[in-house]
């Protein structure tokens, strides 16, 4: 593509001697004009949108926003709210278990489809189907099969188990661990997706080179074909981590945050100040932080994406 | 001896994949049984829910709790089921993923065989876009469509919809025609064929994979969506997924699991069903979008 454009640059050149017409002219700027309007868009609805947000995150603003600056204020009542902190508390527990389990459940699965298994189109296409569904249609399922009198544990009970109790949905305590349960239920098939095109990503000869000398499967897989596997964990990690940050409709639909606000994550709490607690200043810091977070998580990313494009 | 060796390992290999497949049964059981005890609790009446268990078969199937579900549910205050609410995301998720498939064509388009002075950093700028946790534009979007005149509206949501789409459509073309052969548009430039022409003629005709592709994409998140349809709508005008929600979450008289169940199937239908009918393309989205996205 680069020789394409180059080529057009060298055609643009001689056009802008003499015979220049006005149907050239909106020629040659036809391409910007194409992209200017998402430029445009991108501009104002991101980059816009977040210094407005970063300063809404400045003032007092309740009920209405409000333009004074105030200073650190909000982000002073953020650190200082019990809530916040459950939501952070939350994130940590709910982002590590979900990635991990994901990425377990998904690579295990990956590595069993890709020994030459019968049906492999059919039963990828059954670990997958989750990801077509909203996660209000996973929570809603999810928090009937949970549901503490009727679902999981009257099934376990009716199996003899008399003692048997689960009621994660309705203990502060677990509340959060069915928001994993949930969430990686939906997100491993995916995971799974990757690393099987990764798997197949694969020299061959390398693997069959490993067995020539002796090397038993499970050895082959551990050191040789996991480790190859880098980038699709490096980028996996990157979508679940970015995921578990942004999630928010699958705590609505499951546990609604509560009981209380034992469920809460960062997106729920941003609603719920922003939203229905008229609360818009505190909502637009925690906000403010949730960008921060994912930030934190992404730029690294794009930096060693933009280095390796650099070097290849 | 040599016989005996070959038995063991073959026996062994024999083992292994019983243990493989058995595996990978579980698995998929696993997966399909959320969907199987939804179906099953939908069609069964309250009575057979509270005397049996998840797994148990309806011992008798009815589809009034479908009914229901469909026509005369309660979601908050109205009690006219999800008919109203499903037909509300039919009529802005369409507009919506249509309006950013063509828009991210073209950008795709000029992103690659178009390329100018500073588009290779437009490309970047917009894809920093697609990584934003979208709690840092809510506010300020609230307080735009109000100015705009068209909160809580259906155009209001194909709006923020498009806005916040087209930089996965644009990455979706762009990824794609990068590896579109340069020469077929080099010579029709030499032909003396325009920007339009060109696309329409030459490049539009080789997209039909990639369409699928962004339309199946667009259309899973867009009606799957929960943040915007709450953020940005209210009652009559809510989305599907908001009124499963309020639905499944009102905790005022007797919770009927079976119209929950219902309602959340209806919810996940059309997702589905273009799920099953061109999976691949679905998979296919999912990875490409993943790479980056």
Redesign the interface.
Known sequence: MQSFASAQAGAAAPAATPRRSLLDVVELALPKLVLGPTLLISLIFVYGFILWTGWLSFTESRMLPRYEFAGLLQYISLFGNERWWVAVRNLAVFGGLFIFICMAFGLLMAILLDQRIRAEGFLRSIYLYPMALSFIVTGTAWKWILNPGLGFERLVQQLGFSGFTFDWLVNPQMSIYTVVIAGAWQSSGFVMALFLAGLRGIDESIIKAAQVDGASMPRIYWSIIVPSLRPVFFSAFIILAHIAIKSFDLVMALTGGGPGFSSDLPATFMYAFGFTRNQIGLGAASAVMMMMTVAAVVVPLMYSELRRERRG | MADREQARVAGSHVVG?LV??A??VL??L??????F??LS?SVKTLDD??GG???ALPAQVTFEAWAKAWSSACTGVACGGLRGNFWNSVTFVVPAVLISTF?GA??G????????RG?DA?FT??M??C?????????????TLGVLGIANSTPGLIFVHV??G??FT?LFFRNFY?SVP?EL??AA?IDGA???RIFWRIILPLSPPIIVVCIIWQF?QI?????FG??FSSGERQPI?VA??NL??TSTGVKE?NV??A???I??LP??F??VVA?KY??RG??AG????
Do not use: E
């Open positions: 994949r493989i497949y595996l990978l698995l998929a696993y997966y399909l049984m959320p969907l005890v939804m609790t829910i509270r268990n998840l797994i828009i073209f950008n388009y000029v992103l690659t065989m178009w390329r100018f588009s437009i700028l917009l920093i876009g990584f934003i946790p979208f709690q840092v534009v809510l506010l300020p979007m609230a307080q806005v916040y087209l930089a644009t990068v340069d548009a080099k430039r325009g920007f339009f899973t009606w799957n969506d929960f943040l709450v953020v997924t499963l929600n499944a979450n699991y929950d169940m309602a959340a199937i919810a996940a997702t589905l273009v799920y999976g679905f998979v999912l990875t993943a790479v980056k996205g």
